[in-house]
């Protein structure tokens, strides 16, 4: 069978493989080695070419390799090193160069959505709206010889990363490989990537006066709320401005001061129809929107959209590998979760791709889940029937070329057949009957029962 004979098999049987295959080629391309130019400090480059570090750790990633022990075996002829070559590049991997990685792939997939004639969300007219958001990494084993010892647990380190709400995606990180740092010290470098009339939307955890200051200073904006120890100076009266999905709102002006500058706030008070998880019965918002551009119940239910970079955390946990007990050096873990994040993009790239050509509604009712294992499970099988070299020349490998492709491919994708499983409400649990410990029951004895 020709190439192009099975890759047409492949595109019948196995259209999200495909179309992954295809997103990952233009995402994790050789131009990486231009971003590792840029973005190095100390790291040299050799033998080893980080556009096949990179493309090694996206597997991992996307779950098609289980780990770097594997990820080596696949890509040796490419490395041409030892496996401890191998290893010791990926665990000094350099931070700037992960966090590279996940701009450029940002950009990237920014391209191919635009190829693809996908909409940007309009979020709040004016405005770029953005989330911010840290994530601690889970702990690792104690393999190297400095955590042998220790009864704690050893933590590789935190990830801050930015979510663009208009087009879905990671498109910033700001990573510390110490985990005990504070998620607020990366903001002085959240300001520079921000432009005039940029939002921030951002937890308690990032309601620091200075930040929000600086930001005002650059005609940025910002949406937080407020944290329990923040005391500012409440001006006039709480008014009741509306009622908001959750609760009802009110609105008063508050004035925050630092190192001699002040700024007055609008103060956003939402009190609760149900508490949330941790009690509280109120939620206060400090932002510096004017009025004219949003009332005070706008902004109130736009916060709520900063559980979108929340959800996207889940979904690289539950769908994608960021975070592995093997890798226990801080680079390493850190590499793979930037890899995770730009895999996060190459998938919704493929959702724009669905979007294109199939009714938007029942592509966001796809189960993310199903899909992940429909874009893994046949990887293996068409990696092995199509090489690396026939598939350049029969796939396009750039975004203009891609775009075309992707849409014809996913014409075959039956997305209602994905649709998520809704599980009906919770109904409360019987009341156990007690029984003596050690004692067993039959289960066929209770059926007869019925």
């Known amino acids: ?23 990952v080629d233009v995402l994790f391309d050789q131009r990486l080695d231009d971003i590792f130019q840029e973005q190095r400090g100390r790291q040299y480059e050799d033998t080893i070419k980080f556009s096949v570090v990179a493309r090694s750790m996206a597997e991992i990633a996307l779950g098609t390799i289980k780990n770097r022990n594997q990820a080596y075996h696949k890509f040796q002829e490419e490395l041409q090193v030892t496996k401890e070559a191998y290893y010791g590049k990926v665990n000094r991997t350099e931070p700037a160069i992960s966090e590279g990685v996940v701009t450029y792939s940002a950009e990237q997939a920014g391209e191919l959505m635009k190829r693809l004639r996908f909409r940007k969300r309009k979020v709040l007219p004016g405005y770029r709206c953005f989330s911010l958001d840290g994530n601690h990494l889970q702990k690792t084993e104690k393999r190297l010889p400095e955590t042998r010892g220790l009864c704690a647990a050893p933590l590789p380190g935190t990830t801050v990363a930015r979510f663009d709400h208009q087009t879905q995606l990671f498109d910033r990180a700001y990573l510390l490989e110490d985990a005990h740092a504070q998620e607020s010290s990366v903001l002085d470098r959240a300001l520079v990537d921000l432009r005039p009339r940029d939002l921030i939307i951002a937890d308690r955890h990032f309601c620091i006066v200075a930040f929000m200051l600086k930001l005002a200073g650059q005609l940025g904006f910002f949406l937080i709320r407020q944290h329990g120890r923040l005391q500012g100076k409440l001006l006039g009266k709480r008014r009741l401005i509306g009622r908001t999905s959750t609760g009802l709102a009110y609105e008063q002006r508050m004035e925050i001061e630092a190192d001699g500058q002040t700024l007055v706030l609008r103060r956003i008070t939402v ?17 510096n929107v004017p009025v004219e551009d949003a009332d005070g119940c706008e902004l109130a239910d736009l916060y709520r959209q900063r559980w979108e970079i929340e959800n996207a955390f889940y979904l690289l946990t539950m769908t994608l590998n960021c975070e592995m007990a093997s890798n226990c050096h801080p680079r390493c873990a ?65 975004s203009s070329d891609l775009a075309p492709f992707l849409r014809r491919v996913s014409r075959h994708v039956d997305v209602k057949s994905y649709r998520k499983s809704k599980r009906g409400p919770k109904k409360t649990p019987p009341t156990r009957k007690r029984c003596r410990a050690g004692t067993h029951v039959s289960t066929a004895k209770l059926l007869k029962t019925r």
């Open 334 to 398: 850190l590499l793979l979760f930037c890899m995770a994040m730009a895999s996060y993009n190459c998938r919704q790239v493929l959702l724009a791709a669905l979007m294109a050509e199939h009714d938007a509604t029942d592509v966001q009712e796809m189960s993310q889940y199903q899909l992940a294992v429909d874009v893994v499970r046949p990887m293996d099988g068409m990696l092995t029937a199509i090489d690396e070299r026939e598939w350049r020349r029969l796939v396009p490998n750039t």
């Open 1 to 23: 069978m020709s190439g192009k004979a099975t890759l047409e098999r492949f595109v019948l049987e196995h259209p999200l493989a495909v179309m992954t295959r295809g997103i």
């Open 271 to 287: 009190c609760l129809d149900e508490p949330t998880r941790n009690g509280d019965q109120e939620l206060h918002l400090l932002c």
